[in-house]
């Protein structure tokens, strides 16, 4: 409990800072967490599980759910889950373990959260992979192959085949939680036997001849392309398999998680009209009977938004989504625009005035060289506002925002989201307590981005008190 001391020391510096200069104070959060065995992450736990574009560090978590800008017994909300960092450093934080709900859109998303926070019995889960492999050699199981105009040219024919009987086979089990295990190590494959260029978050063909003849990266992506013709699928599930099995036991390790005192709960899919429904087989929301949050009920909320235009985060994962069979190729287009943070706008809808006028003005600007992107900016704020303003009705009086964001570049404009957020929190009636500034690390994102979106180089962690 000692090193407990250590992170509110730190944060009561960093106000104290903050108070002094009023302007965004530099920290590495990295380096102050390592300082302890507890806090060193690497593939601990279950957050090696699934990759997944724009991860959060969870040195940022960690940070906050170490202190006593929370109650050991508050419940903790992520509204924008993602894959469920916060979610999972909430229930197993050594010290002060807490209950967590999470909001997330992309139904992949959830389901890798959701697997990243159950623990499962580890005999029962080995008796399920011995079936699966059993089905496996079965000559009677028909694949289960997406159907999507464009599938010759992400996959062989040969990869198909094999990754649909995969499928047919994992649809076979019975039990939602340990068939959602293997849906995610099944869907970790996907991009690992296509004909995509691996170096790319979002899926592009891959080309050799863009890389330079002769180079060890030419060379590598010609044996990626060979591989993929033919991809030995089994062997590479096993192994997930086998690593996501030792992972899934760390986390079943722990009582707290495993006996359910510490639980974490995907109960919905959009931030902006926040309920509390039920997750299902295969990161499904059953929103039958879905119950709204009670106010004043929440004690920390830690989250990282979207970003404006900056991530395509459907785009990134619609391979996995179409072979899980979560979308087909209609539904896939209307969950990226109903996305935080799309570029999927109509070029003909209106500005919609936020009353902040810092945004209003930067959109008045931007329409005069473009009206899309002008429409994209105006309609992630007036999201945000939605999503700010549920926040701050769910917290407990003098609980915590901690919003994780980087700014953009768009047609020209250096966009501080950061400031634009924050002074949508003080409009609504948060009070800005602190903005830390940190570069980002290890994040599995886009930072290298056309001259539109701009480059993503720090993120600004806002924390704002109601």
């Given at each position: 409990?000692?090193?407990?001391?250590?992170?509110?020391?730190?944060?009561?510096?960093?106000k104290?800072?903050?108070?002094?200069i009023?302007?965004?104070?530099?920290?590495?959060?990295?380096?102050?967490?390592?300082s302890?065995?507890?806090?060193?992450?690497?593939?601990v736990?279950?957050?090696?599980?699934?990759?997944?574009?724009?991860?959060?560090?969870p040195?940022?978590?960690?940070?906050?759910?170490?202190?006593?800008?929370?109650?050991?017994?508050?419940?903790?909300?992520?509204?924008?889950?993602?894959?469920?960092?916060?979610l999972?450093?909430s229930?197993?934080?050594?010290?002060?373990?807490?209950?967590?709900?999470?909001?997330?859109?992309?139904?992949?998303?959830?389901?890798?959260?959701?697997?990243?926070?159950?623990?499962?019995?580890?005999?029962?889960?080995?008796d399920?992979?011995?079936?699966?492999?059993?089905?496996?050699?079965?000559?009677?199981?028909?694949?289960?192959?997406p159907?999507?105009?464009n599938l010759?040219l992400w996959?062989?024919?040969?990869?198909?085949?094999?990754?649909?009987?995969?499928?047919?086979?994992?649809?076979e089990?019975?039990?939602d939680?340990?068939k959602?295990?293997?849906?995610?190590?099944?869907?970790?494959?996907?991009?690992?036997?296509?004909?995509a260029?691996?170096?790319?978050?979002?899926?592009?063909?891959?080309?050799?001849?863009k890389?330079?003849?002769?180079?060890?990266r030419?060379?590598?992506?010609?044996?990626?392309?060979?591989?993929?013709?033919?991809?030995?699928?089994?062997?590479?599930?096993?192994?997930?398999v086998?690593?996501?099995e030792r992972?899934?036991k760390?986390?079943?390790?722990?009582e707290?998680?495993?006996?359910?005192?510490?639980?974490?709960r995907?109960?919905?899919?959009?931030?902006?009209d926040?309920?509390?429904?039920r997750l299902?087989?295969?990161?499904?929301?059953?929103?039958k009977?879905?119950?709204?949050?009670?106010?004043?009920?929440?004690?920390?909320?830690?989250?990282?938004?979207?970003y404006?235009t900056?991530?395509?985060?459907?785009?990134?994962?619609?391979l996995?989504?179409?072979?899980?069979?979560?979308?087909?190729s209609?539904?896939?287009?209307?969950?990226?625009?109903?996305?935080?943070?799309?570029e999927?706008?109509?070029?003909d809808?209106?500005?919609?005035?936020?009353?902040i006028?810092?945004?209003?003005?930067?959109?008045?600007?931007?329409?005069?060289?473009?009206?899309?992107?002008?429409?994209?900016?105006?309609?992630?704020?007036?999201?945000m506002?939605?999503v700010?303003?549920?926040?701050?009705k769910?917290?407990?009086?003098?609980?915590?925002?901690?919003?994780?964001?980087?700014n953009?570049?768009?047609?020209?404009?250096n966009?501080?989201?950061?400031?634009?957020?924050?002074?949508?929190?003080e409009?609504i009636?948060?009070?800005?307590?602190?903005?830390i500034?940190?570069?980002?690390r290890?994040?599995?994102?886009?930072t290298?981005?056309?001259?539109?979106?701009?480059l993503?180089?720090?993120?600004?962690?806002?924390?704002?008190?109601?």
């Open positions: 409990m000692a090193a407990i001391k250590n992170f509110d020391k730190k944060i009561g510096e960093l104290l800072q903050y108070g002094k009023n302007c965004p104070i530099v920290f590495n959060f990295r380096t102050f967490c390592s302890w065995e507890w806090t060193k992450r690497s593939d736990l279950t957050h090696h599980i699934h990759k997944y574009p724009a991860k959060l560090i040195y940022i978590p960690i940070f906050f759910l170490s202190s006593q800008m929370c109650a050991k017994d508050d419940e903790v909300m992520d509204p924008f889950t993602g894959s469920g960092t916060v999972l450093e229930i197993t934080h050594p010290y002060f373990k807490r209950n967590c709900f999470g909001i997330e859109i992309n139904p992949l998303a959830r389901l890798i959260a959701k697997v990243k926070t159950t623990p499962l019995d580890l005999k029962k889960l080995q399920k992979e011995e079936e699966l492999f059993l089905n496996l050699k079965r000559k009677d199981i028909n694949p289960i192959i159907e999507y105009d010759d996959f062989s024919e040969n990869a198909q085949k094999k990754l649909g009987k995969l499928r047919a086979c994992i649809e089990l019975k039990d939680d340990y959602d295990f293997f849906f995610v190590c099944f869907s970790s494959l996907i991009r690992k036997v296509s004909l260029d691996p170096n790319i978050p979002p899926p592009v063909v891959l080309k050799p001849d890389y330079k003849k002769g180079s060890s030419y060379d590598e992506m010609k044996d990626f392309l060979k591989r993929n013709r033919i991809p030995n699928v089994k062997a590479l599930f096993k192994q997930c086998k690593d996501n992972r899934v760390s986390l079943s390790n722990i707290d998680v495993s006996n359910g005192v510490a639980k974490a995907i109960v919905w899919d959009d931030s902006r926040p309920k509390i429904g299902v087989a295969k990161g499904n929301i059953e929103k009977g879905a119950k709204v949050f009670k106010e004043n009920s929440i004690g920390l909320i830690i989250t990282s938004p979207p404006i900056a991530q395509k985060y459907v785009r990134t994962t619609k996995e989504l179409l072979w899980l069979g979560l979308v087909d209609k539904s896939l287009i209307e969950l990226d625009k109903e996305t935080i943070g799309t999927k706008v109509k070029v809808d209106n500005l919609v005035r936020t009353n006028k810092i945004i209003d003005n930067l959109c008045n600007k931007i329409v005069d060289i473009s009206r899309e992107r002008a429409i994209m900016v105006n309609r992630y704020f007036n999201d506002i939605l700010i303003r549920n926040s701050y769910m917290l407990k009086k003098d609980g915590r925002m901690i919003l994780i964001v980087g953009n570049k768009v047609c020209g404009y966009v501080k989201t950061y400031g634009m957020l924050a002074e949508i929190g409009s009636g948060f009070r800005k307590e602190m903005v500034k940190d570069r980002i290890s994040r599995g994102m886009i290298k981005r056309h001259k539109k979106g701009g993503i180089e720090d993120e600004y962690i806002v924390v704002l008190q109601k």
